[in-house]
C-alpha cells in the first residue's frame, strides 16, 4: 500500500490561495489519488479525486506531476469555513472497493481572519 | 448527502460489558466498513463488508466483530469492551458503479466512551 506524508499543519489567511502537498513516493500505476475533508465532529467527505495531469471541480483543484509521486491539493481564496483536516490517499480503485485506502493523520488547514 | 445513519450517536459503558453500533444506508451500496478515529491516529479501519454475509479484516480488528445480515445494515460489536476502545467510531459506505469508484460516504460518527 502506498504511503503518504504530508505536512501536520498549515495557516492560512481568508481570501488566500492554499496548497497542500502529499508525498506518495511508491504510488502503483493503478493507483488513484483522492482528498477527503474532515470538519470537527463530523466524517471525513470527498473532495477530489484524480490520475495524472490536472483535475478541477467546483471546490478544489489537483495537481499530479508526471511522475505521480506528489499531488498538490488547490483551495482557491479560502475562508473560516474551510478549517479543516484534509487527509490525501491513494489507491486503486480499480475494484471499486476503498478497502485499501489508507487514512493519515492528515493536515490541519486553520483559516485565519 | 448518502443516506447513512448510525446508531447511538453516544455511548457511555463499563469495562466488560458487550457493545454494538448500527450502520444503516438506504444507498444500496456494495460496500459497507467501520473506522475509528483517535487522536495522532486518523481514521483506521477495523472491519469491512463487500456483500452480505461477507466481511474482512481491517489493520485494527483486535477485539471487534461484525455482521452483516442485510445490505442496510452492518452491525460492529466489542464482545467486551474495554477502555482502549474508547473512540470515535465512523461507518462508511462505497459503490463500485459510481462516477467516482472507491469514493468513500462517511456516517456522522459514534461516540464510544468505556469506564
Known amino acids: 500500500l502506498a504511503k503518504t506524508t504530508q505536512p501536520i499543519s498549515m495557516d492560512s489567511y481568508e481570501g488566500q490561495e492554499v496548497n497542500i502537498t502529499c508525498s506518495h513516493n511508491?504510488?502503483?500505476?493503478?493507483?488513484?489519488i483522492t482528498w477527503y475533508q474532515q470538519f470537527p465532529s463530523q466524517g471525513p467527505r470527498f473532495i477530489i479525486q484524480?490520475?495524472?495531469t490536472k483535475v478541477t471541480n467546483e471546490v478544489a483543484s489537483l495537481f499530479i506531476p508526471a511522475d505521480r509521486k506528489s499531488s498538490t491539493l488547490s483551495l482557491p481564496r479560502v475562508s473560516l469555513s474551510d478549517t479543516a483536516v484534509y487527509y490525501c490517499l491513494v489507491g486503486d480503485r480499480s475494484s471499486g472497493s476503498a478497502r485499501q485506502l489508507t487514512f493519515g493523520s492528515g493536515t490541519q488547514l486553520t483559516v485565519l481572519p | 448527502d448518502a443516506g447513512i445513519t448510525q446508531s447511538p450517536r453516544h455511548k457511555v459503558t463499563e469495562t466488560g460489558t458487550p457493545v454494538t453500533l448500527r450502520c444503516h444506508q438506504t444507498e444500496n451500496h456494495r460496500y459497507m466498513y467501520w473506522y475509528r478515529q483517535d487522536p495522532g491516529h486518523g481514521l483506521r479501519l477495523i472491519h469491512y463488508?463487500?456483500?452480505?454475509?461477507?466481511?474482512d479484516k481491517g489493520e485494527v480488528s483486535d477485539g471487534y466483530s461484525v455482521s452483516r445480515s442485510k445490505t442496510e445494515d452492518f452491525l460492529l460489536t466489542l464482545e467486551s469492551a474495554t477502555s482502549s476502545q474508547t473512540s470515535v467510531y465512523f461507518c462508511?459506505?462505497?459503490?463500485?458503479?459510481?462516477?467516482?469508484?472507491?469514493?468513500?460516504?462517511f456516517g456522522e460518527g459514534s461516540r464510544l466512551t468505556v469506564l
Open positions: 511508491n504510488i502503483a500505476t493503478n493507483d488513484y
Open positions: 484524480g490520475y495524472k
Open positions: 462508511a459506505i462505497s459503490e463500485q458503479s459510481s462516477g467516482r469508484a472507491g469514493e468513500l460516504f
Open positions: 463488508s463487500y456483500g452480505v454475509k461477507d466481511t
